[in-house]
Structures are given as structure tokens and as C-alpha cells.
């Protein structure tokens, strides 16, 4: 099976409410198509010209070439043996793990695979035959008109979970919003899936159209949390849960600049570090104003034990996460998603993952709202540690598996 493959995009006529600089989500339709390619690891991206003004302008910065239809010809073939080559129309839109699908997927020589209309992946023996197709053919409705006829299609239509077509205005919101449902990771806690992102993606959705940059938004959530732990020197319950809502507003924005990372495929290891770091500083703030402003109110030392006890503990444990899961990571995507490398985790592992989720939040809103944030530190105090030695526990039971 091919590791990579040539990607064909074809310049559809379309409605005309719908063109190749349509701004999609905070970048161009077809920046967006090639951008996805890349991002699935195809090693050419081939997008071909019909004149249509501004396309170099578009695809300036990334890996695609434009090329007349008369010069397909003419394009060296890499792959002698056979060659798979993904011909798709400019008004659909793909996400990487289906191009990669199509990419890895097992075919016969001069055998294609049509998962919906305006994609073929096409293997061939000889690529030629195909290019020149291309390069005859008046446009796209009359190219895949031709694969029919030359290739044995194999395989059935799927659904649109992969893929969304973006013909007019209505088909435009649609993609936005399939594009935003795509940023859910299935490892979020259940407050987070159902309240915070359907917030974040709100504000996301409106801050893609600006020049804000996740990192921007990054120093942005983190500030907004170590405000929200000033609150926390005071014993007032008004003032708590002010700092506890500051708290949960940090948590909502927090997941913001992952989302425009992953919208605007800016995501970088400095970002993600940037993000994981943030969220700990912010979480260890609050830990120690909570115990000083509890030290404050009865005048002993002890606040200040349980606020040392919970910073340590976050901060070994996300030294820990970090040197075993993010250090050496190199594969594009968020940075951190889980507390272990391990494909097949154990309970305690995924224990551990449901520990790490910020859950936990809505609890301290509770407990400010009371005036009692003064127990979430003891909490905090107590699990901090354990959760480090939960991950010291797990991370020497797979080495020993291992």
C-alpha cells in the first residue's frame, strides 16, 4: 500500500454564489482542500488551472502546483508500478483521515473507488492515460464522466461524515458548522462536550474571521484565569465565585485557541506547550490564593501546606505527562490528548484520563458560590499527589508489559 498519494483538484463551474477564494471558516475553499491534503500526507497536490483570476495568489505558501490542463502530460510519474491518484472536485470539502482513507486504502491496478459524487480514487498502472483524460476534458462533470468509463468502480457510496460539498450559500453554513462539530474530541468529559464547547465554538466561529492567533488566545485564557484566582484571597462568597466564574470563563476560552489552531491548520508545538503549561500556571494560582486567602482568615500555616501540596503535585504530574507523552511527540494534531502513549490503556489509565478532564471547575463554582472554596484546596491537597502517583503506577505496569 502507497504511503502517499497524487492529489487532482478540478476547478467546478458551480452556481456562482460559491468560488475558489470563498472564505470557508477563516480560510479560502481551495486553500482550505489543498491544506487538508497536506495535512493527510498526499505527496503531490496538483490543482488544475482554468484560467479562473487569483489562484496563484491562493495557493501562495503551500505545497500545491498549478498547472494547465495541457501540461498534466507532461508531469513525470513517480510511481512506475502504480500510482494512486485522488481526483476531486473544488466544491467538496474533505477531512484528512478520509483523504488518508482514500490514500491507504487497498485497490486493484485501473480499479477506482467513488465514495460520493466529485471524488474518485483512482489506482493505475499507468497515470498517463488518466492525466491526459484530465487534460482533454472540458470540465470536471465531463472528467468524472471518463473515470466511469475507464475504471472499474469498486466499492460503495458512504455517508457525509467525511466530506461536505460547498455549492452556494446555504451549502457554506452547512460546512462552517460541520467543520466546527469536527474540533469535538471524543476524550472530552461530559461538561466539556455538552456546555463549554458548544460555547468556544460560538466564540471560535466569530474569532477565524479575525487575525487573532491561538497563541494570542492562549496568553488571553490564561489571563483571564490568574485574574480569577485573585478573587480567591478573599473568604466572600461573591468574591469566590466571581474567581470561580473567571475560573470556568478561562476553561471555555481555553479550548478557543486549539480550535482556531486546528481551523486555520496552525497548530504548532510551541502552541500546544504554551497550552499545557498555561492551564497548569493557572491551576496552581488558584490553588495558592485559595490558601492564602484562607491562611488570612483563621491564621495558621496550615492553607499554606495544603496549597504547596497542590502545586507540587499538578506541577509533577504535568512534568511527568510531559516527558512521556509530548517531549518527543512529532505527529501534527494537539499536543496532548491523553495521559499515556499506550494504544490499548488500562483502567487505571483511562482513570487517569478522566481525572485529568477540568470537570472539576463546575465544582469549585459550587463551593465559591458557598464560600467554601477553602475544600476544594484540601481536595486538591490530597488528589494532586495520588493522581502523580496514579501515573508513576500505570506508566511501570506498561514498561513491564512492554
Not at 467513488?114 to 465531463?142: H, N, Y
Not at 502545586?311 to 499515556?340: C, D, H, W
Request: with cysteine.
Amino acid at each position: 500500500v502507497m504511503k502517499g498519494a497524487t492529489v487532482l483538484i478540478m476547478m467546478t463551474k458551480g452556481s456562482g454564489e460559491i468560488s475558489p477564494d470563498t472564505v470557508v471558516a477563516g480560510i479560502p475553499l481551495l486553500r482550505r482542500m489543498v491544506m487538508a491534503a497536506s495535512r493527510a500526507g498526499c505527496h503531490e497536490i496538483l490543482v488544475v488551472d482554468t484560467g479562473w483570476p487569483g489562484l496563484t495568489r491562493l495557493l501562495t505558501g503551500t505545497r500545491a502546483v498549478l498547472l494547465p490542463p495541457e501540461k498534466l502530460t507532461d508531469l513525470p510519474v513517480r510511481h512506475p508500478h502504480s500510482s494512486r491518484i485522488l481526483v476531486l472536485a473544488s466544491d467538496i470539502l474533505l477531512r484528512p483521515s478520509l483523504l488518508t482513507h482514500l490514500t491507504e486504502m487497498p485497490l486493484r491496478a485501473e480499479t477506482m473507488h467513488v465514495p460520493a459524487s466529485g471524488i474518485a480514487a483512482v489506482e493505475t498502472a499507468d497515470p498517463k492515460v488518466l492525466l491526459s483524460m484530465i487534460g482533454r476534458a472540458d470540465d470536471d462533470l465531463s472528467v468524472f464522466s471518463g473515470l466511469e468509463r475507464t475504471y472499474q468502480r469498486v466499492g460503495a457510496l458512504i455517508d457525509g461524515a467525511g466530506w461536505v460539498r460547498v455549492s452556494n450559500r446555504t451549502d457554506l453554513r452547512h460546512a462552517e458548522r460541520w467543520l466546527l462539530r469536527g474540533l469535538v474530541k471524543d476524550t472530552e468529559g461530559f461538561m466539556s462536550r455538552h456546555f463549554e464547547r458548544k460555547i468556544s465554538l460560538a466564540v471560535t466561529r466569530c474569532l477565524v474571521r479575525t487575525d487573532i492567533t491561538p497563541n494570542q488566545m492562549t496568553a488571553v485564557s490564561v489571563a483571564i484565569g490568574l485574574l480569577g484566582a485573585l478573587f480567591f484571597l478573599s473568604s466572600i462568597p461573591a468574591y469566590q465565585l466571581t474567581g470561580a466564574l473567571l475560573f470556568l470563563l478561562h476553561s471555555i476560552l481555553d479550548g478557543c485557541d486549539g480550535e482556531i489552531a486546528r481551523l486555520k491548520y496552525l497548530e504548532s508545538r510551541l502552541g500546544g506547550i504554551l497550552d499545557f503549561w498555561g492551564d497548569n500556571v493557572v491551576h496552581s494560582a488558584v490553588f495558592v490564593c485559595i490558601g492564602l486567602g484562607w491562611q488570612m482568615a483563621i491564621k495558621t500555616p496550615v492553607p499554606l501546606i495544603l496549597a504547596v501540596s497542590a502545586v507540587i503535585g499538578t506541577f509533577l504530574s504535568a512534568g511527568f505527562v510531559y516527558r512521556q507523552t509530548m517531549r518527543n511527540k512529532v505527529s501534527e494534531g494537539p499536543l496532548f490528548t491523553s495521559v499515556t502513549n499506550s494504544e490499548a490503556p488500562s483502567r487505571l489509565t483511562t482513570l487517569a484520563d478522566a481525572l485529568a478532564k477540568r470537570d472539576f471547575i463546575y465544582l469549585v463554582v459550587i463551593l465559591s458560590a458557598l464560600g467554601k472554596a477553602h475544600w476544594f484546596l484540601v481536595l486538591a491537597a490530597i488528589g494532586a499527589p495520588i493522581f502523580f502517583f496514579i501515573l508513576l503506577w500505570t506508566s511501570r505496569r506498561e514498561r513491564v508489559k512492554a
